[in-house]
């Protein structure tokens, strides 16, 4: 049977649109197909997979490829079950090319098998954005004002922000809709920017779309519980439910979701003050865990989110039910930890605050908030002033007469402060091409490097990232896209060469479920069995793996990485593997040998360390035909 991905394109500018095939001897996924049209059309392409809609749980998962504003590099990024609905539309992609000559809504729906209907209208999205429920979810709510009833089921909507239209670090947000209610559950497509390429590349602030087209999506129970019986000796669900159960409720800690299971086993990896605690002893990270994590932040979690079972899912059917949530407020790991800990924030009251409102602007969550705690830290340094940032207060980042709920709310205040100067570009903020570009031009001004305080991974001439939340050396490696989980996250010390090569596999093994359109919540299963899914039902399972392999050694042959420019990215790794020797006691010989040099010189090991992985990274990305 000959499969092929079916590619919407659409030109803002015009509203002309048309559809194309390409065909499975070459692409298989949103992933594959999308650097090609980024490289052909510089375009910006929302894509799911060939399971989308079928019975596999984790399947409905909307990938965005395109060329990223703040990385300065092609990236994907993805959002949970925004492509359930989307495979109502009877295609696999939506690729934009070209932009609007004014913010406008993109508007596609599809009636039982007849042309998809497309729409660009314009609208004043700022007027929007300051009213109502206040940025993207007021744009949400007039976007399905506006269009919500052409639709015989119920639609989904991408939004992006004020974030979007200012910066480079804008994010896109989707939550889903039933029965005509729209949910609090959003889920994003924040690594990256893509909110910033939408609006600025497009001119599009949002997408609404839906329809009626009945795919022949695999719903056969019977032959996926053969295969799964065959490889695990369980059934489908089980084995699914044993998967993700991190993500619903881990037993062995007594929480569930990735905020509850991190906070519960983190002890003294914690991290908080903008990576200060770093440079803390043992049993002060401890002591802050247990008194501030534990005791407050962690235990309200547990009694109002875990108790009341306040849990829900993406908008597609899943067992992980990884949505905590408390009200309004959805409580996720990494954008808890970087406006939480890392900001000084230890209470939900305050963390809810200040993650609400950067949602509401649009931000990618992680990166907003691992630089509101930089520019922090830079007001409690003085290498900053309030009039310089436009705010009102410095931060209380006390930690030894620190007030859990005060102090966090204060924190939370300024906060807030910061990420409406950094929308209406008070004083010398202006982060429209970039913090790290305006880092620099301003570090000049002040004849110090501002951006050492700043923990991120450096890309070419001006792309940045704020790296994921977990204190490993991983975290920071030098491969083609960082910010996701294309590299080794785990506590191990790994040395540099080998960290390179597990990094390299790892984005493999991540680059089948980002071009199957799969949440990585059901790795567990996935990443190993689909492939032979592939096999079985397309008889594609070696060309599918090919097509990886190729996939991966095309996205390396355009990695601009570029050694730690901050110098608390040096301190970041040396102190993990400090931690590992003295506290751990890790006795792997190259752990104490590269202990020895970070302690002699720590900017030469460094480079050493980096150059090292790097290498390791290359060869074993290389393409080899």
């Not at 008194?291 to 849990?311: G, M, P, V, W």
């Not at 003295?582 to 006795?587: A, K, S, T």
Request: glycine share 10%.
């Amino acid at each position: 049977m000959e499969m092929y991905q079916r590619v919407l394109f659409v030109d803002p500018s015009t509203g002309f649109y048309k559809t194309k095939k390409y065909s499975f001897d070459r692409y298989f996924g949103p992933a594959d197909l999308g650097i090609h049209l980024v490289q052909e059309y510089n375009s910006l392409n929302f894509g799911v997979g060939v399971f989308a809609g079928s019975i596999f749980p984790g399947s409905n998962r909307m990938v965005v490829t395109g060329f990223s504003p703040c990385w300065q590099g092609f990236y994907i990024s993805s959002m949970g079950g925004a492509g359930l609905v989307f495979d109502n539309l009877g295609i696999n992609m939506l690729s934009l090319v070209g932009k609007a000559p004014v913010p406008a809504i993109l508007y596609l729906n599809r009636n039982h098998g007849e042309e998809i209907e497309v729409e660009v209208v314009p609208v004043d999205v700022e007027t929007i954005w300051k009213s109502g429920r206040k940025g993207v979810y007021s744009l949400t709510d007039k976007v399905y004002e506006m269009f919500g009833e052409r639709y015989e089921n119920d639609p989904r909507i991408l939004v992006a922000g004020p974030a979007g239209m200012h910066t480079d670090m804008g994010g896109i947000m989707s939550v889903p809709i039933t029965k005509g209610k729209i949910s609090y559950v959003d889920t994003w497509a924040g690594r990256g920017g893509f909110g910033s390429a939408m609006i600025q590349n497009h001119g599009i602030v949002a997408v609404i779309y839906g329809g009626t087209v009945v795919d022949e999506d695999f719903r056969d129970k019977k032959v996926a519980d053969e295969w799964f019986q065959n490889k695990y000796n369980l059934r489908l669900m089980h084995k699914d439910l044993e998967a993700t159960s991190k993500y619903r409720f881990d037993e062995k800690v007594g929480t569930g979701g990735t905020f509850g299971v991190n906070y519960a086993t983190v002890g003294g990896r914690i991290m908080a003050f903008n990576y200060r605690t770093i440079f803390q002893t043992e049993d002060e990270r401890k002591a802050l865990h247990q008194n501030f994590i534990a005791d407050h932040y962690l235990k309200q979690f547990n009694e109002e989110t875990i108790k009341a079972k306040q849990q829900a899912n993406c908008g597609e059917p899943c067992v992980a039910v990884c949505k905590k949530m408390n009200g309004e407020y959805k409580k996720d790991y990494e954008p808890y930890q970087t406006m939480g800990p890392l900001c000084g924030i230890f209470d939900q009251r305050a963390a809810e605050k200040l993650n609400h409102h950067c949602d509401a602007m649009g931000f990618d969550a992680i990166s907003g908030g691992g630089v509101l705690a930089w520019l922090m830290d830079l007001l409690n340094e003085g290498l900053l002033t309030k009039e310089e940032l436009g705010v009102t207060r410095l931060p209380r980042w006390d930690a030894t007469n620190f007030n859990l709920v005060d102090d966090s709310m204060h924190n939370a205040e300024l906060g807030c402060e910061l990420i409406d100067s950094i929308l209406e570009r008070h004083s010398i903020l202006d982060f429209s091409e970039g913090v790290r570009k305006w880092s620099r031009t301003h570090s000049r001004n002040k004849h110090i490097a501002l951006h050492d305080r700043l923990v991120f991974i450096a890309f070419s001439r001006r792309g940045w990232m704020v790296p994921n939340q977990y204190w490993v050396a991983g975290a920071l490696v030098p491969m083609t896209i960082m910010g996701k989980y294309y590299m080794v996250y785990s506590n191990e010390f790994i040395p540099p060469r080998e960290l390179g090569k597990k990094c390299a596999e790892r984005m493999k093994n991540e680059l089948i479920l980002d071009n199957l359109g799969i949440c990585r919540f059901h790795r567990g299963w996935a990443e190993e069995l689909l492939p032979e899914v592939m096999g079985s039902l397309y008889n594609r399972k070696d060309q599918f793996m090919r097509a990886i392999s190729v996939l991966a050694g095309r996205l390396n042959s355009r990695n601009c990485p570029i050694f730690w420019e901050s110098e608390r990215n040096i301190d970041f790794v040396h102190t993990f593997i400090k931690r590992k020797k003295e506290v751990e006691n890790d006795q792997n010989p190259e752990l104490s040998t590269w202990l020895v040099k970070f302690n002699q010189d720590k900017t030469e090991a460094a480079k050493e360390f980096w150059y090292e992985t790097l290498k390791g990274i290359d060869e074993s990305l290389r393409e080899i035909f």
